[in-house]
Antibody
Framework: QITLKESGPTLVKPTQTLTLTCTFSGMSLSTSEVAVGWIRQPPGKALEWLALIYWDDDKHYSPSLKSRLTITKDTAKNQVVLLMANMDPVDTATYYC????????????????WGQGTLVTVSS | QSVLTQPPSASETPGQTVTFSCSGS????????VNWYQHLPGTAPKLLIY???QRRSGVPDRFSGSKSGTSASLAISGLQSEDEADYYCATWDDSLNGWLFGGGTRLTVL
């Protein structure tokens, strides 16, 4: 059974850098055709994709947030870390991590399963 | 505003069929496969449909997906109260080189 769990601060101040950790089990990011992504959902709004890291350390970022995001992996610890710089109240959201499957062409196909999410509030 | 357009809400009575639309463009739906997710508030989103029309293991056959050109659809037949949730379409966009999610459709089972 594959599980993912997000962890990090529940409250950050504006301008601070958010550090979120996704810890997973039942899978390995050293296995080819596997990736882990981050998706968020502001209160009352839609899901928004943030970043994706492949087993081979290839990375993709949301163009609108690329300058603020850094995604890294620690294969030995089964963890993926997302850094988001210069946090603002509009970044208040539930942040999810999820496994993605990569096909033979190197294209991500879907997110499954997802973690339960962690609510991050940005406020002074 | 999402590049994938979904109606914000839908409602139907138990036992009936409801269909959700997801409209995109040639760089996303027109080129790549579409997934559908079910999301109940406070829980993890769940994959329902992948590769346009493939049901994830364990998903009832009441759920079906389709794609034509730059649009995709999710249909739920035999509606049940437990189907009340938010439904999102998603696909990869070759121009953005990233994932896109639709704005979501909130289903109310009357």
């Amino acid at each position: 059974q594959i599980t993912l769990k997000e962890s990090g601060p529940t409250l950050v101040k504006p301008t601070q850098t958010l550090t979120l950790t996704c810890t997973f089990s039942g899978m390995s990011l050293s296995t080819s055709e596997v990736a882990v992504g981050w998706i968020r959902q502001p209160p009352g709004k839609a899901l928004e994709w943030l970043a994706l890291i492949y087993w081979d350390d290839d990375k993709h970022y949301s163009p609108s947030l690329k300058s603020r995001l850094t995604i890294t992996k620690d294969t030995a610890k089964n963890q993926v870390v997302l850094l988001m710089a210069n946090m603002d109240p509009v970044d208040t959201a539930t942040y999810y991590c999820a496994r993605s499957i990569i096909d033979d062409y190197g294209d991500p196909r879907w997110f499954d399963p997802w973690g339960q999410g962690t609510l991050v509030t940005v406020s002074s | 505003q999402s590049v994938l357009t979904q109606p914000p809400s839908a409602s139907e009575t138990p036992g009936q069929t409801v269909t959700f639309s997801c409209s995109g463009s040639t760089s996303n739906i027109g080129t790549n496969t579409v997934n559908w997710y079910q999301h109940l508030p406070g829980t993890a989103p769940k994959l329902l449909i992948y590769d346009n029309n493939q049901r994830r293991s364990g998903v009832p056959d009441r759920f079906s997906g389709s794609k034509s050109g730059t649009s995709a659809s999710l249909a739920i037949s035999g509606l049940q109260s437990e189907d009340e949730a938010d439904y999102y379409c998603a696909t990869w966009d070759d121009s953005l080189n990233g994932w896109l999610f639709g704005g979501g459709t909130r289903l109310t089972v009357l």
